[in-house]
């Protein structure tokens, strides 16, 4: 195992030379015209991309995904370098020092049983961190979590924190109630004409439907790429069918390309 790690090592080290020398005077013009803010797009990009290939079990796909995004951090250290602001050592020993010092269990004398024991241990050594290092107490714990984070991510831990405080439904058929509630609001919303009052109806809706995947436990994001990929699967099946047909897409019948649906699921696509 320690040689599987040195060579690991090597190959990192390769990469973060190879960035230098494209950054270099007389490296590659794209890479060197490179900043922070047209890096940050391509660093979101791959993640989705690393996502894709999970989702598609494509493991070869996955393999070389992984390399794309571990190329994204290391850009951004050696723009960081060059600026003198910090190096991609001082983010492998930020990283190394954390997972250590997190994890106490492992490396030192706690105890823990279960996933939740080390959240605990994770939480209550991160605030200690913050207070030590003089940042400021959140006025709100929701404040913790990212403003800038996608919607959807962003309401799952939003209510995460504040059922981890009991501001949450005793029960499934309470949030399954509050959904219809939502529905039946925003209906109305809708019937009033009120353009900005949907809106705000149909977000807590969206709201509302990211707590029931919590409490359901399932991770809204990928559930809604799973459907957003079936969808894809089975338009494409009513794409074919339309050709089949010799007719254009908008003159066929809604109810003709709902059958064609129909038939797409069940296939199973």
């Not at 930020?94 to 994890?103: E, F, G, P, T």
């Amino acid at each position: 195992m320690a040689e599987r790690f040195t060579e690991a090592g090597q190959k990192f080290s390769e990469l973060v030379e190879v960035m230098a020398r494209l950054r270099a005077p007389g490296g590659c013009p794209w890479d060197r015209k490179q900043t922070f803010a047209t890096i940050k797009s391509y660093l979101l990009e791959e993640s989705y991309e690393v996502m894709d290939a999970i989702d598609r079990e494509d493991w070869r796909g996955l393999a070389e995904e992984l390399g794309d995004l571990l190329l994204q951090p290391v850009f951004l250290a050696e723009i960081a370098a060059e600026q003198g602001l910090f190096t991609i050592d001082d983010s492998l020993d930020a990283i190394n020092q954390k997972l250590v010092r997190r994890h106490p269990h492992v490396f030192g004398d706690a105890q823990a049983q279960t996933p939740d024991d080390v959240k605990l241990h994770w939480d209550r050594i991160k605030k200690s961190e913050k207070a030590e290092q003089g940042v400021a107490p959140h006025t709100s714990i929701l404040d913790a979590v990212p403003r800038n984070l996608p919607a959807l991510m962003e309401a799952e831990k939003v209510s995460h924190k504040a059922a981890g405080l009991g501001f949450d439904w005793p029960d499934i058929e309470g949030v399954l109630a509050k959904v219809r509630e939502e529905a039946e609001e925003l209906a109305a919303a809708h019937e009033h004409a009120d353009a900005q009052h949907v809106e705000h109806e149909l977000g807590d809706l969206l709201f509302t439907v990211v707590n029931l995947a919590r409490r359901m436990k399932v991770d809204p994001e990928q559930a809604l790429r799973k459907s957003n990929a079936r969808f894809r699967e089975r338009f494409a099946h009513v794409e074919e069918r339309v050709a089949e047909s010799g007719v254009a897409f908008a003159e066929t019948p809604l109810a003709q390309m709902e059958e064609w649906w129909q038939e797409a699921k069940r296939m199973g696509r």
